[in-house]
């Protein structure tokens, strides 16, 4: 449940400036719009989008959100932005949910909000996948070699992708950072645990040279079956080639601890 307003900005920059008045004011729309949130689920129609913006706007306001742009990138005529949500939970405390859009006019659901609930709930949440996967998907170079790695549970081919100073930061935010080869080898032995690899099914690949931003749908994480549900990925290369930063925005809960 969360709406960037800047969302409508990436849509002016990949050219559909109809859609991006539509998500700016409903009631003018002169193209369909669709969106999916994580909680909402799939938006669409002009009543339907007016009215949960109008809850965004108060939910904003209640939660004093401040929103901190982390990288966007573009690519094959879509575009992914990644943002930190800073706003204040029930008991008054600060916390930054970290969110991510794919923004893909061309698409029948041209907004695709990725976060997790967890930091908002204190619990994963199940939702359904928002795209098919596509056998075209592949992302290039080093974050190939880093996802097939993943699929296939080697945790020295994963932490090779990585600088030796690289980060990979989960879903809930900062509290589940790791930095460096030691960190990200214990992270991956401890994913990889639970019987071998989680092959992730691509659906959009968006890259710049620099960042690769991958949708995915997760239904088996080692030897346990899950829902199939979506999520999205983005590895920044840094200046050796290597992956710099990963960063996950899911809700899947791993059947490790």
Known sequence: M???????????????PELADALRDPASA???????????????????????????????AERKVDIEEVAITFGDGRAVGEWVVHLEGPDGERTGLPVAAAVDPASPLPVRI???????L???????????PDPRARASDVVGAYKAAVDAGDTAAVVAAFAPD??????????????????LTELYE????????????????TEDGTRSAFEYICDRWGDTELPPQPGLTVCARGGDGLIASARVYDDVEAPVE
């Open 2 to 16: 969360v709406w960037i307003p800047q969302i409508p900005d990436l849509v002016d920059r990949l050219g559909a």
């Open 30 to 60: 002169t193209v369909p719009v669709a969106l999916d949130d994580p909680e909402a689920g799939r938006i669409s129609g002009v009543g339907v989008l007016a009215a949960w913006l109008a809850v965004q706007d108060t939910w904003r």
């Open 114 to 120: 990725h976060h997790s609930r967890r930091p908002l």
């Open 122 to 132: 204190g619990r994963h949440v199940v939702r359904r996948p928002m795209l098919r």
């Open 166 to 183: 690289g980060t990979f930061r989960g879903p809930s935010g900062d509290a589940y950072r790791r930095v460096g080869t030691k960190e």
């Open 190 to 205: 401890s994913y990889f645990s639970a019987g071998g690899g989680i092959p992730l099914k691509l659906c959009t690949v």
